[in-house]
């Protein structure tokens, strides 16, 4: 089985208020690049990604006018995918959803979300991801009121040879201090976000070791949108998000490679799922952001991981429609596992 995680910049623009690809020569939410050019390269990286579940990051927009699911099962029939149902849970306001594509074929998956529903008093047992989680973020004796902007996807997933695991997409992103007139104030907006990302870094780690005390499998997966020695902040909070919700220094860890290389290593060659124009530089920025982490008893099932970067990864940088289409379709590239789950 592969399973995929991919953050497709703004897929939302390419759709219509009837959830139609908008196959035309308009610009899409991507520097110079059209919506007809981005939909075809994105059908280029999916095709060749052929994936029995594909975690969708900024997902199309769910509204009282617009639905997730049918711009992403018309999407999948536009291009003959395997993965072509879709599946969303709490949908958000920032046109950024979290969806799953995936074969029905070969997995059946629902939306299941555990934890206690909370009004906004909240609670600080890791309630349920559209509720509100106390916790006390700088040690003040006073607890502060976290949400997630984009909740969590919690899946409960089942093979057709009746094997069980859970899924969880995440897209954990700190704020840009907008709004902040001089450099004190952007500092401590900046600061302030990073504590609120790192809050929902432990209500998700909090959810994942509920699973492993109880045996179940669990792949995390999705943009965390921070890492080790990613930002001047680190070393003020001692962790990053990735490092929380791996689980590092405390209970069971989850399992990434990649992440694993980047921990070991601060320097050096490193592997990257994101690719930037810094415009004030006029160069790239690449960083690692996307991930797929699994509970250590899914090694029983000899996984393997790919990110399928245009020029890092021989096989992808060797056929130029993919390698072009993988530059085109968004600024994120696709992380996979192959995992031989009974089927």
């Known amino acids: 089985m592969r399973i995929a995680t991919y953050n497709v910049e703004w897929f939302s623009n390419l759709f219509d208020d009837d959830d139609a690809l908008l196959m035309d020569d308009r610009w899409s939410g991507r520097q110079n690049v059209t919506r007809a050019a981005?939909?075809?390269?994105?059908?280029?990286?999916?095709t060749a990604l052929?994936?029995?579940?594909?975690?969708?990051?900024?997902?199309?927009?769910?509204?009282?006018?617009r639905s997730t699911t049918d711009a992403l099962e018309n999407f999948?029939?536009?291009?003959?995918?395997?993965?072509?149902?879709?599946?969303?849970?709490?949908?958000?306001?920032?046109?950024?959803?979290?969806?799953?594509?995936?074969?029905?074929?070969?997995l059946r998956v629902w939306h299941d979300p555990l934890g206690d529903p909370t009004g906004k008093k909240g609670s600080a047992a890791a309630p349920r991801f559209d509720g509100t989680f106390r916790i006390d973020l700088d040690i003040d004796a006073t607890e502060d009121l976290v949400t997630f902007s984009k909740p969590p996807l919690e899946l409960a997933c089942e093979t057709m040879a009746g094997f069980r695991f859970r899924m969880i997409g995440a897209h954990l992103k700190s704020k840009a201090p907008h709004g902040a007139r001089d450099p004190n104030q952007v500092m401590r907006v900046a600061i302030q976000n990073r504590r609120k990302q790192?809050?929902?870094?432990?209500?998700?780690?909090?959810?994942i070791s509920e699973h492993l005390l109880e045996g179940t499998p669990v792949v995390v997966l999705g943009d965390m949108n921070d890492g080790p020695g990613l930002d001047e902040y680190e070393d003020l909070f001692g962790r990053s998000s990735v490092e929380i919700v791996m689980g590092e220094g405390e209970g069971a860890p989850l399992i990434d490679p990649h992440a694993r290389q980047v921990l070991q290593s601060r320097f050096g060659a490193q592997p990257s799922s994101a690719r930037f124009y810094i415009a004030?530089?006029?160069?790239?920025?690449?960083?690692?952001?996307?991930?797929?982490?699994?509970?250590?008893?899914l090694m029983d099932f000899r996984p393997s991981w790919r990110i399928w970067h245009p020029f890092d990864d021989p096989d992808c940088f060797n056929l130029p429609e993919l390698r072009d289409a993988l530059v085109t379709a968004s600024d994120h590239f696709p992380v996979t596992i192959d995992i031989d789950l009974p089927a």
Request: proline fraction near 2%; glycine fraction near 4%.
């Open 50 to 65: 052929d994936a029995d579940a594909v975690m969708v990051i900024e997902a199309p927009d769910k509204n009282s006018r």
């Open 38 to 46: 981005q939909l075809e390269a994105l059908g280029i990286v999916f």
């Open 280 to 297: 004030e530089h006029k160069q790239y920025l690449q960083a690692l952001l996307d991930y797929i982490m699994i509970s250590s008893d």
């Open 76 to 106: 999948a029939r536009a291009f003959g995918l395997r993965a072509r149902r879709a599946v969303i849970g709490f949908s958000n306001d920032t046109q950024q959803e979290i969806a799953l594509m995936h074969d029905p074929d070969v």
């Open 198 to 207: 790192l809050a929902q870094a432990i209500w998700l780690r909090r959810r």
